[in-house]
C-alpha cells in the first residue's frame, strides 16, 4: 500500500510541475513542431527552415520513433509543452522498468526494486523527464537493449536472437547518438555469446537482426529524401 501511495505522489508531482520546470528550450520546439507535421502532413519534416534542402519534407537527424510517439501524445493533449514532456515522462516510466528487469535478470526483485527506486530519485532523470528532447528515451531504449541481451544470453533461441538484435539496431531511430549504444551492447552481446557460451550461431542470428534493423533505418531515413 505504501509503494503505491509513492508512485501516486511521484507521478503527480511530475505532472504537476511538468510545464512549470524547467524553462523551455528551443531543441523541444523543434521536436514538437517535427511531431505535429507528421499529424498534419504524413511527413517527418521540420517547418522552421522553409524546406531548406528538403528539411521541410524529411529530417533525417530525428529519430523517426521519437517523433512517432510525440505525435501520438499529441492527439490526446494537442502540440503543447505538457505533450511533448508528457512523452519524457512516459519515456522515465519504461527506463524504471528495464532498470528493474535488468537488475532481477543479474540479481534479485530486491535490487530490482532499489535501482528503480533510486533511478526514479535521480535528478538527471528528473531533468530530462521534464524535457521534450528524446534524451531519456534513448536511455531507456538502451537498458532495454541490455536486458534483452542478457534475457538471450540466459534463455538462448534463435527468435530471441533476431529480435534483441533488430531492437538494438533500432537504438539509432531514437537518436543519432544510439550509434554509441549499439557498439557497446553489441560487445557486451559479442562477449557473453562467443566468448563465455560459444553460440556462434545465435550471435550469427543476432548479428542477421541487426542488419535488419539497419536496413529499416536506412530505408525509413533515406528514402524518403526528396534530395
Known amino acids: 500500500m505504501l509503494l503505491?501511495?509513492?508512485i501516486l505522489v511521484w507521478i503527480g508531482l511530475h505532472l504537476w510541475g511538468l510545464e512549470r520546470h524547467p524553462v523551455p528550450?528551443?531543441?523541444e520546439a523543434h521536436?514538437?513542431?517535427a511531431a505535429y507535421t507528421l499529424l498534419?502532413?504524413?511527413k517527418f519534416g521540420l517547418p522552421f527552415f522553409a524546406n531548406l534542402a528538403g528539411v521541410g519534407e524529411s529530417f533525417i537527424a530525428y529519430g523517426r520513433l521519437v517523433i512517432l510517439g510525440q505525435s501520438m501524445v499529441q492527439v490526446f493533449f494537442g502540440p503543447t509543452l505538457f505533450s511533448a514532456r508528457l512523452f519524457s515522462l512516459l519515456g522515465v516510466c519504461v527506463l524504471m522498468l528495464a532498470v528493474y528487469g535488468l537488475a532481477i535478470t543479474l540479481y534479485d526483485r530486491r535490487v530490482g526494486q532499489w535501482a528503480a527506486m533510486l533511478v526514479a530519485a535521480d535528478w538527471a532523470v528528473f531533468m530530462q523527464s521534464h524535457s521534450g528532447r528524446p534524451d531519456?528515451?534513448?536511455s531507456a531504449a538502451s537498458f532495454l537493449s541490455l536486458y534483452l541481451v542478457f534475457w538471450l544470453a540466459?534463455?538462448?533461441?534463435?527468435?530471441r536472437a533476431l529480435l534483441t538484435g533488430f531492437v538494438v539496431a533500432l537504438l539509432e531511430d531514437v537518436h543519432l547518438n544510439g550509434i554509441h549504444f549499439i557498439l557497446a551492447v553489441s560487445a557486451i552481446a559479442a562477449y557473453m555469446l562467443l566468448v563465455e557460451q560459444r553460440q556462434w550461431k545465435l550471435f550469427g542470428v543476432y548479428s542477421i537482426g541487426g542488419l535488419l534493423g539497419a536496413f529499416y533505418f536506412v530505408v525509413a531515413h533515406l528514402f524518403p529524401d526528396p534530395i
Open 4 to 6: 503505491v501511495v509513492a
Open 25 to 27: 528550450t528551443c531543441d
Open 31 to 33: 521536436y514538437s513542431a
Open 40 to 42: 498534419k502532413t504524413g
Open 136 to 138: 531519456i528515451w534513448i
Open 154 to 159: 540466459r534463455n538462448p533461441s534463435t527468435w
